[in-house]
């Protein structure tokens, strides 16, 4: 159930980047990563109301029309819910921050490239302290140019949206949410749960010639079992984006244990 506080900065013509922050925590009240149900319809009218400047019944028939439109002009994966890279497109942000972001990282590639430049010691995290340099180097990519005070807020912001725990550190699959939904590759993998073992007796099967690394080829038939295993039809389209997405990733095209891991797993295994 959403909070039952005064929704926050949706009358704003334009909203900051913590300000942005403070009405996706509103909304997503259950902290899952998603506008959905009972929140998503709160959300809905509540924006309503702030661009209309007039009460929403949401037992009329014409509230649900709208909010049907309104998933449809904005739910890019149709699933019926709303989620951070989303509702970016649909509130306007200050200098459109989130978007000069996605202006990079839509392609995942320059994202698993840029991320390959700042987890240097391949732990599958950015240490906070990396973070401001790691933002900086992608809005400059996306030819936006912030003064220190504005990039220490966007950092910040950043990562009180994905260190949920505390720990002053953030993964690959938390990061990636800020990508478009058709190009986060990492969303079609995380229904399969694997153990240690269970990775490394996959590695070790896609690893034919026993070289200690995946290469391109490999990798290409390893994603192709992991859509099987994971019942998905296989894209090919979509399956050469992911295995350059991950390729990123690679020295100079070899791909060892551990950086396959950081793509395919959500959590570094232990």
């Keep these: 159930m959403a909070n039952n506080a005064q929704p926050p900065h949706l009358h704003l013509a334009e909203v900051t980047a913590s300000q942005f922050l403070d009405i996706w925590e509103h909304f997503d ?86 991320w390959r430049r700042y987890d240097t010691d391949r732990s599958g995290y950015i240490e906070a302290n990396e973070l401001k340099d790691f933002l900086s180097d992608l809005l400059q990519k996306a030819n936006r140019h912030y003064e220190d005070e504005k990039l220490a807020e966007y950092t910040q912001t950043i990562l009180k949206m994905f260190d949920l725990n505390g720990d002053g550190k953030l993964g690959l699959a938390e990061m990636a949410r800020l990508l478009p939904v058709q190009e986060n590759f990492l969303l079609n993998f995380q229904g399969v749960k694997m153990t240690a073992d269970q990775f490394h007796a996959i590695f070790n099967f896609h690893d ?63």
Aim: proline letters at 3%; aromatic letters at 10%.
């Design 29 to 114: 009240a259950d902290g899952n990563g998603y506008i959905e149900g009972k929140e998503l319809e709160n959300f809905f009218r509540e924006l309503e109301v702030a661009r209309r400047g007039v009460g929403v019944d949401p037992s009329n028939p014409s509230f649900r029309d709208k909010m049907k439109d309104f998933l449809q002009k904005f739910d890019k994966n149709k699933d019926g819910r709303i989620e951070m890279s989303e509702l970016a497109q649909i509130l306007p942000t200050e200098e459109n921050f989130l978007l000069c972001f996605r202006q990079f990282v839509s392609s995942s590639a320059e994202f698993m490239a840029a």
């Design 208 to 270: 034919k010639d026993g070289n200690g690394y995946i290469d391109e080829q490999e990798l290409e038939t390893l994603l192709q079992d992991l859509y099987l295993k994971n019942k998905k039809d296989v894209d090919p389209k979509c399956l050469t984006g992911y295995k350059r997405s991950i390729m990123a990733l690679s020295d100079g095209g070899k791909l060892y244990r551990s950086e396959l891991e950081i793509a395919l797993c959500r959590e570094p295994l232990v």
